[in-house]
Nanobody, 124 residues
Framework: QVPLVESGGGLVQTGDSLRLSCAAS????????MAWFRQAPGKEREFVAT????????YYADSVKGRFTISRDNAKNTVSLQMNSLKLEDTAVYYC?????????????????WGQGTQVTVSS
């Protein structure tokens, strides 16, 4: 198991920004794609954003496109999710995920490693 540790969650108001970070062990992180998923209470886990190993390719869920930005720093073994213009519906537990494939992907079953999640709560 590759430990993935998320941080940066919290309670914010609508329109605020928040930056999530995910720290991973070096060997596997540097070779695979990474992604963020989220799960709201009573809902299925859903894809948020993904980034390829090189960082060149990124993809976003339509619901966050233009507001969220995923990035990675392979030298520091971290992946981040900058979340701007937060909405009530962004409230969820956010999970960092990694996989062996270098290609970015949005299917959660294709990810090999998961963090424990960090809570993001957006209030009005």
């Amino acid at each position: 198991q590759v430990p993935l540790v998320e941080s940066g969650g919290g309670l914010v108001q609508t329109g605020d920004s928040l930056r999530l970070s995910c720290a991973a062990s070096g060997r596997t992180f540097s070779s695979g794609a990474m992604a963020w998923f989220r799960q709201a209470p009573g809902k299925e886990r859903e894809f948020v954003a993904t980034i390829s190993w090189s960082g060149v390719s990124t993809y976003y869920a339509d619901s966050v496109k233009g507001r969220f930005t995923i990035s990675r720093d392979n030298a520091k073994n971290t992946v981040s999710l900058q979340m701007n213009s937060l909405k009530l519906e962004d409230t969820a537990v956010y999970y960092c995920a990694g996989r062996r494939s270098r290609v970015a992907g949005w299917v959660d079953d294709e990810y090999d490693y998961w963090g424990q999640g960090t809570q993001v709560t957006v209030s009005s």
